[in-house]
């Protein structure tokens, strides 16, 4: 089995008892409950915990921690205005909404420039990309220090598929994968990540659909109808004993090359060997070049990363070839290629018209259009 | 670019004003012919001749050169009944029917266990297999020793695709190509070979077609009728930037796992940096295992084979899955699926009935219907 991200499974899930009385509460924003659990449950290992000063300066500047480990976005903590003053030393309770969702050991108040970390993690400052919208609204405050985590699993949607690193190694072993692909998405699955799927499930002994349930955002497409889609196809088109369905819960960064490492490394920890990332991986609007997110690898050693990246063009239908096909595979010309903008797509579901199966399997293309009806 | 096998690209070329004049003549076959042609460009590297009697040990015992070197099958000569005496020392000629191909200097003259080499090497005895056959034929005695060969590729068909291991690599270089995939054959490419290469094609820079056109068995497709299949199905339906079709004039030794190996170690030494086996690689009938093709590799680290691997099932059209796809990819019965035995192919092509295009391009089954019909 793979080992871990920096060597070792953090574990940082503890019982609802072990959450002391009469501390200092700060509030957690969406994202930052997504971190915590994410961190509790070791998906983040090496984390401990949200990034102190020096970790975080080391991987906006490096895209490492401190320590050197590959590390590529900041995972951190920011002070809410309204929240109460807290000190280092203090033990404070972290809730989300009216919920705890777990307590953290105050280790660095640091001031940050958010606009320096949106250049430079984002690589951009420009306030339409939704990484920098959420960064506009920190306070400039950032608290890091050791977590714990409660398990709140119970309480949140698709349960059966929301599996914590240990587990979904547990399944790996069971089912005797060795090597394992995961292919992350916030979209629905069309023929063209299927493809993509299926290409390396040739080469693999296992998928792991690892869709992102975290914070997206507002016009992406809902985790419940996702989910719909992904059980649906898996269910039609996929053979059982070679594919599993788990939920990834962090929340969405829309940092493009820096993220797609994020997301790599994060499936290390799941016990995955193999990451599919396509063109734009993590990507929004045009802020980052077609092939970025595959090329940002090249600044690692493969040993750094360990999980490897599997590389793809974008695929579509060929008529000419009778089968799906990507730019590296098929001679054909445009004219042949069945190519839907996700805007089309957009306005046939609009339109009551189903997407044609060349694009997308006619089971998830109603499961789409019932979506919009609603 | 990959390292040759055994670390240095062989090269025992000369020119005809080279060889000898009265000095023994011996006689090659027609394997030994091609063997001669392989040795001399370097495709055998790291062998610089004939094989002596502790490397024919070894590789027969070992699946090694003396030296430790991974090497899987004997590539030898052997003595003829009507050839003069030789001794140790001697300078040879090497002739294949009336034409003189290059020299030999006599460094061993050796009597091997025919059988034991093929049990050990074929994996039977049994007289029905077309190696057992071939080594029924031969004398017992072989001799080993470094040669020399002339280049006579322009008297040869498919003159520009017989490139040798030093022009395909510097071919990858122009290219630009780093990563190359060389797929085997002796076959026409039907769809099942042609979603395999473009598998590996979504994930490498480069596809070398590299099938083999030395001594075959008599009921295989004639070399020139395959090779026009795969110039029709490389101009219709494969990128012309991303793929070279070149000639690999080796003789067939039907010998299954060791020659998985055999062709790989060589196509490494060609610049390729994968190879695809498919189910029963180099089979014949029901000598192998399905799968012991590819499970002979984990005898060897991947550093000793460093040429990787890809190891596929047999691949198929699945109606329901609209495409492609193999038991690792396709959840779906037989019934949906598109299968025909080479035997039903030919007995379609022998009644004028065109193979459907699921099965193989409707260019390819043209040719193969013309090549039936004259």
């Known amino acids: 089995m ?10 940082k899930i503890i019982s609802e008892d072990r959450i002391p009385k009469n501390v200092t509460v700060l509030t957690l924003n969406e994202r930052e409950k997504n971190d915590l659990e994410m961190i509790g449950c070791g998906a983040m290992s090496p984390l401990e915990g949200f990034m102190t000063g020096s970790d975080y300066n080391s991987v906006v500047e490096k895209m490492r921690l401190e320590n050197g480990i590959v590390w590529t976005l900041p995972v951190v903590f920011s002070l809410k205005e309204d929240d109460p003053q807290v000190a280092v030393g203090d033990t404070v ?29 984002l690589l951009t400052d420009d306030e339409h990309h939704p990484g920098v919208q959420y960064l506009k609204e920190l306070s400039g405050s950032y608290i890091g220090g050791k977590i714990n985590a409660l398990d ?39 023929r063209a990540h299927e493809y993509l799927q299926k290409v390396s499930l ?29 059980e649906t196809i898996l269910e039609k088109y996929y053979p059982s004993d070679r594919t599993a ?6 929340a969405m960064r829309y940092a493009g090359p820096r993220e797609a490492v994020f997301h790599a490394i994060l499936r290390k920890n799941y ?36 999980i490897i990246p599997l590389k793809f063009e974008h695929a579509f239908y060929c008529n000419a070839c009778d089968g799906m096909a990507t730019a590296r595979t098929c001679p054909h010309t445009g004219a042949d290629r069945v190519f839907l903008s996700g805007k089309k797509v957009r306005a046939m579901l609009n339109d009551g018209i189903l997407p044609p199966p060349e694009f997308t399997r006619p089971e998830i293309a109603q499961i789409l259009m019932d979506a919009v009806a609603k």
């Open 152 to 190: 709140l699993r119970d309480e949140e949607p698709f349960r059966d598929h929301r599996l914590i690193p240990e587990e979904t190694r547990i399944l790996f072993n069971k089912k005797g994968w060795k090597s394992i692909v995961a292919f992350q998405t916030r979209n629905p699955i069309h």
């Open 2 to 11: 793979i080992q871990p991200h920096g060597g070792k499974l953090v574990n």
């Open 245 to 250: 369905l788990s939920v990834f819960p962090a």
């Open 271 to 306: 016990g995955c060997t193999h990451f599919i990332v396509g063109r734009d991986h993590a990507g929004v609007g045009d802020y980052y070049g077609t092939y970025d997110a595959q090329v940002i690898f090249d600044n690692f050693t493969p040993e750094e990363i360990d």
């Open 202 to 230: 040739e080469m693999v002994d296992g998928l792991l659909i690892h869709p992102l349930v975290g914070a997206t955002k507002a016009d992406d497409i809902p985790a419940d109808v996702r989910m719909k889609c992904y």
């Open 93 to 121: 309770v972290l809730r989300y909404q009216d919920e705890i969702r777990g307590m953290m050991e105050v280790e660095d108040i640091f001031k940050a420039d958010l606009m320096h970390e949106a250049r430079e993690t």
